[in-house]
């Protein structure tokens, strides 16, 4: 996101559009892709709640998040792009905030990758994650990408 801190992000947060809602898709490279042609599209709201959910010691990853949306509301998976803007929305959200804040360095990208889009970047990510004790690992050479170390084992369980 661009001009992070000209924007109100509780403004968005609070801003459910037309969500929730299931779209049939008809692609079939996207039915075939995601497994099914009910898209659930959350609001952000939703994803601040479960972000919020996750407790010290735990992580989850916005697929799971996904996986367990589209489970709750009996569709075959739940919009990808959507979820990692509201994510990140939740995440600025709580940064704008001065209390109630969300921990939104506990939500991971896929295969524990820590969310550069997050305030502060992967290096805040990094130092908030390692103050509660997790362990961050670097992975490639140019392209230097952050990760929770063994995150699988420390992953909440959202049921």
Do not use: H
């Not at 079939?28 to 659930?40: P, V």
């Not at 109630?100 to 290096?123: H, Q």
């Amino acid at each position: 996101m661009a001009n992070e801190n000209q924007k109100d992000f509780n403004a968005m947060l609070k801003d459910s559009k037309d969500m929730p809602k299931i779209v049939t898709i008809t692609d079939e490279k996207s039915i075939e892709k995601y497994g099914g042609s009910k898209m659930y599209f959350a609001p952000p709201l939703d994803y601040d709640a479960v972000m919020r959910r996750v407790s010290l010691g735990k992580v989850i990853t916005v697929g799971d998040i996904r996986e367990y949306f589209a489970a709750q509301n009996n569709a075959d998976f739940t919009d990808p792009i959507t979820a990692g803007i509201f994510c990140s929305i939740a995440a600025w959200a709580s940064f704008q905030r001065k209390d109630d804040k969300t921990p939104y360095w506990r939500t991971l990208k896929a295969n524990g990758e820590l969310n550069p889009k997050y305030p502060g970047g992967v290096e805040e990510q990094k130092k908030l994650l390692e103050a509660e004790g997790f362990t961050v690992i670097t992975k490639g050479r140019t392209n230097i990408r952050y990760y929770v170390k063994d995150y699988q084992s420390f992953l909440f369980d959202l049921k």
